[in-house]
């Protein structure tokens, strides 16, 4: 089982657009983390870049980023963004079926079962996805509230506060579904039930490891702002849990890809695939870039 991963593609900064801008398919399911474009004022342009990907990959997972939210306001944005499910869902039980799924992971599952080749057992990939915002502490609120544009270009006074409390809303449901997965497993599992393994989708980063930050971006956890990007998780359950195999996220611009030592599990896969803003590509950018489970 394969899954391509992207985020961050800003397209609403590329001349090229939403219209032409090509993702080389190498996997049947596709992964948008988020930053893709802006939702509400460029609503049939981003529906057009959807569409081409339904029509090259089986399934497109969606998690919505802080620029999916720019010039509109949260619940306007996830409002459109589950229209367009509806719509293609539809579309497909019409006998569209040449269209993929498009799945809006907005603190939701979404489950493939998978032959192993070789192996006489299936497994259960679960993919996890939630925007994740990150927390800011109470020391740095005013620095990033001040420093960064979701708080200037997202409507409904949104700000650090309301920010911090979907932080603890995505979290605490992260760490819910991964308990609710695996509490009734326990290894050895029997001959006939399947494996389990979880893939975590977010935008926000879940670690402040070196290996994941930027020095542009609040490359150091003593920069004020360093705490807009991500938060470290190693402490929770959706972190420690063995059947949770590989994280994938955004919103840093910086690419990454390393394994996080774990102390009672195997290492967790980090990885990202950014490509960052037309006046400031991320480095290492792949666009064909997939994982396999």
Known sequence: MAVQIVSDLHLETYTEGYQSFQIIPRAPVLALLGDIGNVEPHRVSLAT???????????????????????????ATLQILHSFEAEVTARRASGEMALGELIILNR???????????????????????????????????AVGQAMNDFRLTGDRWDVYWHNQMHARDLMWLNEAVSSLTVSRSPPFTSTAPELAIIILTHWSPTTDPRSRSPKYGGHTSDAIASSFSTDL????????????????????????????RPNAAPLRLVTNQRGYAFAPAADYVNDKFITM
Do not use: M
């Open 49 to 75: 870049f959807l569409n081409t990907q339904l029509r090259q990959f089986q399934a497109v997972l969606f998690v919505p980023g802080s620029h999916e939210a720019y010039h509109s306001t949260w619940p």
């Open 108 to 142: 939701r599952a979404y489950r493939v079962v998978s032959n192993v080749p070789g192996v006489f057992r299936s497994v259960e990939i679960v993919f996890l996805g939630c925007s994740l915002f990150s927390h800011v502490p109470p020391e740095r609120s005013a």
């Open 234 to 261: 190693s402490s929770q359950v959706c972190f420690q849990s063995p059947y949770v195999k590989a994280w994938a996220f955004g919103h840093t611009h910086f690419n990454c890809d390393f394994a996080f030592t």
